[in-house]
């Protein structure tokens, strides 16, 4: 509830032109080639530009914050010390940027934490941290994953590139499709009470990994739900999660998702894989294409 302010449609709308800023940008760099790594070169760039625009922090640390993905959702799934040292390094990093908001000020979420209250309180620096780490790592991986998703199934079905070029009004609900279809979370659940689902024994307190992707292709809710139809009118999918922990920022992804495409289509609106096998997924709760590698036709 806290948080909400800043992630209303409206508030999300004014970041618009600043996103379609950052990806004309991005992809200035690569249209006069024959092709591009479509992960690495553009989308892993663009949320994570936005979300230091939003935290009022400097664009060029965005190599150290895909860095601190790769330790956190990547490296540190098999060891902690990956994890515990991207923590470390991310905790170290926002208090500076918090000192400094404290003594000056500015127009972010970083200030706006400062200023916020709760129980007319205001926020512990553990809970600005928490919620700053959070907004990092939550604001990044999972929308570059869906976006590389996007371009890795548009790259693959010309019709649906074609149908998007000529119906632009089309696009919100082919991202909802794209959503659905390419969800790219998996989140973890703690187990309240010892139970059992489908002959599965679950104890209390074990983890669990809730697959909304495997939930968004179930057929007794979606027709057809193996096929990505870019014009399904009818799509209540679970890529955002359900009920109170529904992703704060779903209106920030879409966003995002939206002029990411928008952008690319209007300057690359033929491509290809050039190798299908040359592409390499994530592993973990975040699922989405590290390396994309098209060529431009």
Same mark, same amino acid.
């Given at each position: 509830?806290?948080?909400?302010?800043?992630?209303?449609?409206d508030?999300?709308?004014?970041?618009?032109?600043?996103?379609?800023?950052?990806?004309?940008?991005?992809?200035?760099?690569?249209?006069s080639?024959?092709?591009?790594?479509?992960?690495?070169?553009?989308?892993?760039?663009?949320?994570?530009?936005?979300?230091?625009?939003?935290?009022?922090?400097?664009?060029?640390?965005?190599?150290?914050?895909?860095?601190?993905?790769?330790?956190?959702?990547?490296?540190?799934?098999?060891?902690?010390?990956s994890?515990?040292?991207?923590?470390?390094?991310?905790?170290?990093?926002?208090?500076?940027?918090?000192?400094?908001r404290?003594?000056?000020?500015?127009?972010?979420?970083?200030?706006?934490?400062?200023?916020?209250?709760?129980?007319?309180?205001?926020l512990?620096?553990?809970?600005?941290?928490?919620?700053?780490?959070?907004?990092?790592?939550?604001?990044?991986?999972?929308?570059?994953?869906?976006?590389?998703?996007?371009?890795? =199934?548009? @790259?693959?079905?010309?019709?649906?590139r /074609?149908?998007?070029? &000529?119906?632009? %009004?089309? !696009?919100?609900?082919?991202?909802?499709?794209?959503?659905?279809?390419?969800?790219?979370?998996?989140?973890?659940?703690?187990?309240?009470?010892?139970?059992?689902?489908?002959?599965?024994?679950?104890?209390?307190?074990?983890?669990?990994?809730?697959?909304?992707?495997?939930?968004?292709?179930?057929?007794?809710?979606?027709?057809?739900?193996?096929?990505?139809?870019?014009?399904?009118?009818?799509?209540? =999918?679970? @890529?955002?999660?359900?009920?109170?922990? /529904?992703?704060?920022? &779903?209106n920030? %992804?879409? !966003?995002?998702?939206?002029?990411?495409?928008?952008?690319?289509?209007?300057?690359?609106?033929?491509?290809?894989?050039?190798?299908?096998?040359s592409?390499?997924?994530s592993?973990?709760?975040?699922?989405?294409?590290?390396?994309?590698?098209?060529?431009?036709?």
């Open positions: 509830m806290l948080l909400l302010p800043a992630f209303t449609p508030a999300i709308s004014r970041l618009e032109p600043k996103t379609r800023k950052i990806c004309g940008e991005l992809i200035d760099r690569f249209a080639n024959n092709g591009c790594d479509a992960a690495a070169d553009y989308a892993q760039h663009v949320p994570v530009a936005v979300i230091a625009h939003m935290l009022g922090l400097p664009e060029e640390d965005g190599e150290t914050f895909r860095r601190w993905i790769q330790l956190l959702l990547h490296d540190g799934i098999a060891e902690d010390v994890f515990r040292k991207a923590l470390d390094e991310m905790d170290d990093y926002f208090r500076q940027h918090i000192a400094q404290r003594s000056a000020g500015g127009e972010d979420l970083i200030t706006f934490l400062l200023k916020a209250r709760m129980a007319d309180q205001p512990s620096d553990e809970h600005i941290l928490g919620t700053l780490r959070l907004l990092l790592i939550a604001g990044i991986d999972t929308t570059w994953s869906a976006i590389g998703s996007c371009l890795w =199934h548009l @790259a693959q079905h010309r019709d649906d /074609r149908r998007l070029l &000529s119906e632009p %009004a089309l !696009m919100p609900t082919a991202i909802e499709e794209f959503l659905r279809a390419y969800a790219p979370v998996t989140m973890a659940r703690q187990v309240a009470k010892e139970t059992t689902v489908g002959g599965c024994p679950f104890k209390e307190r074990e983890m669990v990994l809730l697959s909304f992707p495997a939930a968004n292709r179930d057929p007794e809710v979606f027709p057809q739900a193996d096929r990505v139809v870019i014009d399904r009118t009818e799509n209540r =999918h679970a @890529a955002f999660g359900l009920g109170i922990h /529904r992703c704060i920022g &779903s920030l %992804a879409r !966003m995002e998702i939206t002029v990411a495409l928008e952008e690319w289509l209007a300057r690359i609106p033929d491509f290809e894989l050039t190798d299908p096998a592409v390499i997924w592993h973990g709760p975040v699922r989405g294409p590290r390396k994309l590698p098209l060529v431009f036709k």
